[in-house]
């Protein structure tokens, strides 16, 4: 069988792309790369001649399909809502297929299918360690998601976790009966680099009198998976996970990760269910119940006067796409205006991609970091001594432009803001 | 036609990194929005007006077409390289030269965005009001080749109005310069008018004067909704006759109504045949007072509904409805053919309904939106090409409305140009000796015919 023949899968999407060229304008590779294969309509013209079998899997197509950065900021602006972003998982897949994996996707594919979040760090640094890391400190999930190849010790690195957030709670903390009973997400970034978002995710949750489920065997995402078109690896920690979210009755499955929540909100049922029709109902159950932090905060009725920080300080907000492109923008925003001695002050842009992209930021750092120089400069102009956002991984490339562009601004997660009260009562 | 020692010489013009051959490059600058697609032979990428003239002069001497680009967004193939050679496109030219708020003129480079442009000047209190829809990503190049309008036509003009002046690379690769940066001028041919809109046959821009106004203070949206396309056009003709001049006044027909309202649920009446939605521009208390006097003169007209918007963000909401359109039309159909006719604006019920009776008469689905302010109708003949024999009932049901428009004193097309699409029924508008002139134009300017050949003109076979 031809590799390719895997398109036809999404063949019915493929047509709907009229190639009236709006892509151009949402686009954060085009931006960088300037030229037309970079551009989802681009792609989707490249994936309708694999079809046809007129171009081959061959390299062009591969450096063509490496240009995205899985945002989903053209899917949301085009007239026609051509899911490019799954379009291009799928023709990374078949890319995957003739030429096998990348010897960095395949270090990937078996750190994320580590049975045991817990030991999840150490595999990372244990098989990608020698591989590329040999400047980084070792285990760090972080390697896993955004795993720095060749790029020297220019890439400013948040430093690891003594104790990752996974270890040191337990698995169930019960609320007050009748509040809503939440399994947290937690996600790879979450747990090993930033547990500082996890504590405050945990608190608010708790100051809401919300019985908050952690489970211990929960897995990667998976994201890194998809953006390198290992949909197998995909399936299986997609299984994993359906098994650890599905194991307790819960209102919400929650998570303060944008990425890993569009994971499971979107790519979950629409990619892996559509291949997986036997996963499809309960990979669409989870998808259905999938909320984000600040989005179910919102939807909670949080006070943050109750919560949030008592000095004054001035922020600007950073959209993560994927919590823009899931209609999560004013909720954020909403819950820092109402936090006491919070100014907000918008930046120009604040909705442009940050330019990480998960993996793409592996193969295109220069692309990546020349999407980023835009942000940094629109950071520094509003004056704001922090920016807060929604997602760990933009946090860790908003805090590598800064840090390059030489400022001093501090990078932190929405809920970290809101629930600073909480957390120095602690 | 294009071998490696050709490629070689554009390289040294342009630098290796800015030629591109491989097969999956040439694909992504075979098509546009017609979705037509043909393949160049090679794409390059100049970045200054030089380097164009360099290229089109290799042209010249190696007897290659050259198919100028910007954005690929246009709606009639005017960019495609049918029959191949190399696709110039122009978006790494791509500075805004000068803003200059004394004379309050801009100069910019071809690869412009036009909302980006928009923007700057707007920052400075200026205003650039042509604004075809593409506006977020088209390039002003293409704007100027095709002349392209928009909404905001009715009251500012088209982008001819606003362009000054040019510097051109013409097919043989010199380099000259039109008009210029004063109003008044009148030495010599006005060859800045014969550029715009000569769909990339004549030269390739490189460098665009363009006229700015002061950005007005405020603006007004409304919403309003007829129970006949007959009272919509009568509010249009009635409120241009009591001499308000509204920055835009778009129309939705009951049929483009219907899509909209089934696709998105946006609880408008029943009893809706027509939607216009009208904005003005200007000083606060003078938008105040049109906006009233606007609804006075339109309440008679079998009004049903009028939502004024008192914020931007009301506006949004209402522009929202004109921005559902093309996505909910898919609904109808999966292809469409997407025309533009002008007719003078009191005409505009008359072609609706003459397009009513060709829809009947060949059983095709036939969608109309567009400017009314301008007479501008946006036809969109809405056809499933997997479906036999629909496509060619839809190049019959085409001409038909374009005949009639025509037999309005109106034009087959109003923003989207010739290129190859409207090629086959340029005959229906313009005579032998029309087609003649301009053909000795284009002959005269491009001797070896390498710029953008096979467009505008019927092809002799």
């Known amino acids: 069988m031809n590799n390719a023949d895997i398109l036809k899968r999404v063949e019915s999407e ?23 294969p970079a551009v989802a309509r681009g792609k989707l013209a490249l994936c309708q001649h694999l079809l046809k079998g007129d171009i081959e899997l061959d390299d062009e197509t591969y450096l063509a399909m490496s240009k995205c950065l899985l945002c989903g900021n053209c899917v949301d602006k085009c007239p026609n809502s051509v899911p490019t972003d799954e379009i291009v998982m799928v023709a ?42 040999k400047k980084i400190p070792e285990t760090s999930g972080l390697r896993l998601r955004f795993p720095l190849p060749f790029i020297g010790n220019k890439r400013h690195i948040p430093p690891l976790a003594k104790k990752p957030f996974l270890e040191r709670h337990p698995e169930v903390i019960q609320g007050e009966p009748g509040k809503p009973r939440i399994v947290f997400f937690v996600g790879c970034m979450t747990n090993f680099c930033y547990p500082q978002v996890g504590e405050a995710t945990l608190a608010l949750f708790r100051h809401l009198g919300c019985t908050v489920i952690i489970p211990k065997n929960q897995q990667c995402c998976g994201l890194p998976g998809m953006s390198g078109g290992d949909l197998d690896t995909v399936r299986n920690l997609a299984e994993k996970n359906l098994i650890e979210l599905e194991r307790y009755e819960a209102d919400y499955i929650m998570s303060a990760c944008a990425t890993c929540g569009g994971a499971l909100h979107k790519f979950y049922p629409n990619l892996i269910g559509k291949r997986h029709p036997e996963l499809a109902a309960r990979l669409k159950a989870i998808a259905d119940k999938t909320v984000d932090a600040s989005q179910l905060l919102h939807k ?26 899931r209609s999560i923008i004013s909720q954020p925003r909403e819950l820092l205006r109402g936090t006491p001695g919070v100014e907000l002050a918008e930046m120009e842009g604040a909705d442009k991609c940050c330019g990480l992209g998960g993996t793409f930021n592996v193969y295109h750092y220069e692309s990546s970091m020349k999407i980023n120089a835009g942000k940094s400069a629109a950071i520094i102009k509003t004056g704001a001594e922090a920016v807060a956002t929604g997602c760990p991984g933009c946090m860790m490339q908003l805090s590598d432009g800064l840090k390059q562009a030489g400022s001093s601004i501090k990078v932190i997660h929405t809920l970290e803001v809101l629930a600073r009260k909480l957390n120095k009562r602690r | 036609m294009i071998d490696q020692q050709i490629i070689e010489k554009l390289e040294k013009i342009v630098g290796a990194d800015n030629v591109s051959t491989s097969r999956q490059e040439l694909i992504c600058y075979g098509y546009d929005a017609t979705q ?43 960019a495609l390289p049918k029959g191949g050679g190399v696709v110039l496109v122009t978006t790494r030219l791509d500075r805004i030269l000068r803003i200059d708020t004394e004379n309050l003129i801009a100069e910019v480079e071809p690869g412009v965005v036009t909302e980006q442009f928009q923007l700057a000047v707007e920052k400075l209190g200026l205003f650039y009001p042509p604004d075809p829809a593409s506006l977020k990503f088209s390039t002003l190049g293409g704007n100027v080749a095709e002349n392209a309008g928009g909404p905001r036509c009715v009251k500012y003009g088209v982008t001819r109005d606003f362009v ?37 046959t004549l030269g390739v821009i490189t460098k665009i004067i363009f006229k700015l106004l002061p950005l007005p203070e405020a603006k007004k949206t409304m919403l309003t909704i007829f129970d006949s396309i007959d009272g919509a056009a009568k509010a249009v003709s009635s409120i241009i006759g009591n001499k308000i001049i509204p920055t835009t006044l778009e129309f939705m027909d009951y049929a483009t109504l219907k899509c909209v309202n089934s696709r998105f649920n946006l609880g408008l009446p029943e009893s809706g045949r027509a939607v216009l939605i009208i904005e003005v521009d200007g000083d606060r208390e003078l938008i105040e007072k049109q906006a009233a006097r606007i ?15 008192k914020d931007a963000a009301e ?48 059983d095709i689905p036939i969608v109309n939106f567009g400017h009314a302010g301008d007479g501008n109708i946006h036809v969109n003949v809405m056809i499933d090409k997997s479906i036999p024999g629909m496509d060619e009932k839809a190049h019959e049901a085409i001409a038909e409305v374009f005949q009639a428009a025509l037999d309005m004193n109106g034009t087959m097309s109003g923003e989207h140009g010739v290129g190859l699409a409207k090629q086959p029924y340029i005959h229906l508008e313009l005579k032998p000796a029309q087609v003649a002139a301009m053909q000795a134009i284009k002959a005269a300017l491009d001797p070896n015919n390498i710029l953008n050949p096979g467009k505008m003109f019927p092809v002799e076979k």
């Open chain 1, 14 to 36: 493929l047509k709907k792309c009229v190639k009236c060229g709006a892509c151009r304008a949402n686009c954060p590779a085009f931006t960088a790369f300037g030229k037309e």
């Open chain 1, 92 to 133: 990374r897949e078949a890319l995957a297929r003739q030429r096998g994996l990348t010897t960095f996707h395949k270090a990937v594919g078996q750190v994320i299918q580590n049975r045991s979040m817990m030991k999840f760090g150490a595999a990372a640094g244990r098989i990608l360690g020698p591989l590329f890391f």
């Open chain 1, 300 to 325: 909670l009725g949080l006070k943050p006067e109750e919560t949030g920080a008592g000095r004054d300080v001035k922020i600007t907000y950073h959209d993560p796409c994927h919590l823009k492109t």
């Open chain 2, 36 to 78: 037509m697609e043909f393949l160049p032979d090679a794409v390059v990428h100049p970045s200054s007006t030089e380097e164009v003239s360099a290229v089109l002069r290799l042209a010249n001497s190696e007897n290659f077409p050259v198919f100028p680009r910007g954005a690929g967004s246009g709606f009639t193939g005017g």
């Open chain 2, 164 to 200: 000054m002046g040019l510097e051109v690379v013409l097919p043989t690769g010199d380099i000259i310069r039109t008009g210029g940066e004063t109003y008044k001028g009148v030495v010599g041919y006005d060859m800045t008018r014969l550029l715009c809109g000569s769909e990339g």
């Open chain 2, 295 to 309: 609804q006075e003169i339109i309440a008679p007209l079998g009004l049903v509904e009028c939502k004024i918007a």
């Open chain 2, 315 to 362: 506006s949004e909401a209402l522009w929202k409805v004109r921005r559902l359109v093309s996505p909910s039309l898919r609904d109808v159909n999966p292809d469409k053919y997407n025309e533009d006719v002008v007719v003078p604006r009191s005409k505009v019920p008359d072609i609706i309904r003459v397009i009513e009776k060709i829809q009947a008469k060949y």
